[in-house]
T-cell receptor, first 114, second 114 residues
Framework: EAGVAQSPRYKIIEKRQSVAFWCNPISGHATLYWYQQILGQGPKLLIQFQNNGVVDDSQLPKDRFSAERLKGVDSTLKIQPAKLEDSAVYLC????????????FGQGTRLTVV | AQSVTQLGSHVSVSEGALVLLRCNYSSSVPPYLFWYVQYPNQGLQLLLKYTSAATLVKGINGFEAEFKKSETSFHLTKPSAHMSDAAEYFCAVTPTSNTGKLIFGQGTTLQVKP
């Protein structure tokens, strides 16, 4: 069974530039999550999708972050414009249906903003 | 609000020694509790989870954790450390059975000395 795929693995951009991350969850998984992991901290949930709808985006900085999951499969997370404090690893996770099932995590995208 | 506290950001043990990683949680409702492991440049992998069944939970790679409601703790143990156990470990909680919507602790880096 293929795992959660994320790309790119690494990205370096200058502040005020824009960047996008892509995630393809495990096939058949209805629920998809984006987490931000700043160095030295645990991951923090940014947004949760159930199929192509947003379930929880209360912790997403909506002035600069956006995410979509148009066809209920893969997802894109965008930052525009990026700030230095956005430097982090962005992890994507998926579960079968979001309830009582294991969350599987991708390897993450390491973003460095200079 | 729910939170997780991991005591000790770095733990160092000798190969063959007992591993003990501490986690305390705060929750107003019975929580679901998890331990995840993260190897360098990898995503998070589930070690074990507590979902209100048996209080002693056995996981992969010889790890286990005990849920103690009176102490609001969920410490992770392994009787004998292997070099391959060197990684970062995260304790996480969710107040509901939404098992992908996790609140993580700050992590504990486990070093295993030969």
């Amino acid at each position: 069974e293929a795992g959660v795929a994320q790309s790119p693995r690494y990205k370096i951009i200058e502040k005020r530039q824009s960047v996008a991350f892509w995630c393809n969850p495990i096939s058949g998984h209805a629920t998809l999550y984006w987490y931000q992991q700043i160095l030295g901290q645990g991951p923090k949930l940014l947004i949760q999708f159930q199929n192509n709808g947003v379930v929880d985006d209360s912790q997403l900085p909506k002035d600069r972050f956006s995410a979509e999951r148009l066809k209920g499969v893969d997802s894109t997370l965008k930052i525009q414009p990026a700030k230095l404090e956005d430097s982090a690893v962005y992890l994507c996770a998926s579960t079968l249906d979001g309830w009582n099932t294991e969350a599987f995590f991708g390897q993450g995208t390491r973003l460095t903003v200079v | 609000a729910q939170s997780v506290t991991q005591l000790g950001s770095h733990v160092s043990v000798s190969e063959g020694a007992l591993v003990l990683l501490r986690c305390n949680y705060s929750s107003s409702v019975p929580p679901y509790l998890f331990w995840y492991v993260q190897y360098p440049n990898q995503g998070l992998q589930l070690l074990l989870k507590y979902t209100s069944a048996a209080t002693l939970v056995k996981g992969i790679n010889g790890f286990e954790a005990e849920f103690k409601k009176s102490e609001t703790s969920f410490h992770l143990t392994k009787p004998s450390a292997h070099m391959s156990d060197a990684a970062e470990y995260f304790c996480a909680v969710t107040p509901t059975s939404n098992t992908g919507k996790l609140i993580f602790g700050q992590g504990t880096t486990l070093q295993v000395k030969p």
